[in-house]
């Protein structure tokens, strides 16, 4: 969480829509307005592990009850892959909607064209997995949607550690080898502006 929370920008307010348990607030300064929005009201009540937040809402991210560019930031961290392909877009396309003018978005999601392990991301391993996507088809989703400066940061080379020998290799060096080989890439992390 906290490499990802290293691409938000200090703009307020900032929308985690599908926050799930809130752990990325944690992460967050205090001087962002954080609101967090997820279909499950047990993440937003018994099960939320963030920290003091602006809001808590229960309801659908298909629907985002924001008017319009409201937000400065928008994240959508490991949910487009929640979604089967046909609200794929429309998941986008809100998120769009209530992001600013020169606003940021950041998306992240499993690789499905990881070099090894992508059956990993993919039912049985995770059923509530419906669609994962490939680094081209996010990038082509986003600029479908009118995101411009789509820009892709690596995250990691691993799932989980094959062995100890691989603990030892520090986390910078890894999210380097992930952003120069895609391939091996295992968790993109998106960031794109609204014009």
Known sequence: MA?????IPNQTPLLDAGCGSGLISNFIPDSVSYVGIDFNP???SRDWKGGRVDGRLGGSILRLPFRNACFQTVLLLHVIEHFPEPLQIPLLQDAYRVLASGGTFI????NLGTWRNADKFLPPNNPKHFRCLRISEVKSLLEKVG???IRRHGYDIFIEYPNRTARLIPHSLRRTVAQVFPSLEKHPVFTATRE
């Open 107 to 110: 998306i992240s999601t499993p």
């Open 42 to 44: 047990n993440y937003l």
């Open 3 to 7: 490499n990802t929370a290293r691409l």
């Open 147 to 149: 995101f411009k400066d």
